[in-house]
């Protein structure tokens, strides 16, 4: 099993909407609607910010929304605030039911 | 939400057996499948496998002839054993609840080194 693709870094600007994706195939993004998304500050554990493709846990902000086309997943973020400065992996499930995750993106706040 | 904290060595030889304990408090430990999640020094993570209440288990393919996850229900506790360790194991190790993963423990640090 390779890793789901993400892109290393993104960034932006206060305010601006941000999009990352994650690109996997038929077997694991695409074929199942159990893709999560992560936010991890440095030396913090993860947090689960988006789960099922779309669903947001309590608590956490509107701002971030997740989506899914094909084996392409992606969350966005809008508004973005100088604390969105974080790393974001997306997992998902797979057809040998385990769990699989992209590499990590880091997003910059400018 | 569970609150989950991970237990163990800090510092394994090669060739031995890494083990790993987390406790659960705050919920039940039935019904619900429970992770351990490593990542290693300045790279992304890795889902180890996971283990449901009833004991069924889901491994990594990379890591499955290596891995045993056990649970221990009556003390809310669930374990990791990774055996014939190598530095390529040096991690922090997490314990997470769910299949969204959706609390994590604090992680625990273990370096691989004689």
């Known amino acids: 099993q390779s890793a789901l693709a993400q892109p290393a870094s993104v960034s932006g600007s206060p305010g601006q909407s941000i999009t990352i994706s994650c690109t996997g195939t038929?077997?694991?993004?695409?074929?199942?609607?159990?893709v999560s998304w992560y936010q991890q500050h440095p030396g913090k554990a993860p947090k689960l910010i988006i789960y099922d493709v779309n669903s947001r846990p309590s608590g956490i902000s509107n701002r971030f929304s997740g989506s899914k086309s094909g084996n392409t997943a992606s969350l966005t973020i809008s508004g973005l605030q100088a604390e969105d400065g974080a790393i974001y992996h997306c997992?998902?499930?797979?057809?040998?039911?385990?769990?699989?995750f992209g590499g990590g993106t880091k997003l910059t706040v400018l | 939400q569970v609150q989950l904290q991970e237990s163990g060595p800090q510092l394994v030889k090669p060739s031995e057996t890494l083990s790993l304990t987390c406790t659960v408090s705050g919920g039940s430990i039935n019904n619900y499948y429970w992770n351990w999640v490593r990542q290693p020094p300045g790279k992304g993570l890795e889902w180890i496998g996971h283990?449901?209440?009833?004991?069924?288990?889901n491994y990594s393919p990379s890591l499955k002839n290596r891995v045993t996850i056990s649970i221990d229900a009556s003390r809310t506790q669930f374990s990791l054993r990774l055996t014939s360790v190598t530095a390529a194991d040096t991690a922090v190790y997490f314990c997470?609840?769910?299949?969204?993963?959706?609390?994590w423990g604090q992680g625990a640090q273990v370096t691989v080194s004689s």
């Open positions: 997470a609840s769910k299949w969204e993963l959706d609390s």
């Open positions: 038929s077997n694991d993004v695409g074929g199942y609607d159990y």
């Open positions: 283990i449901y209440h009833t004991g069924s288990t």
């Open positions: 997992s998902s499930y797979t057809g040998s039911a385990t769990v699989l």
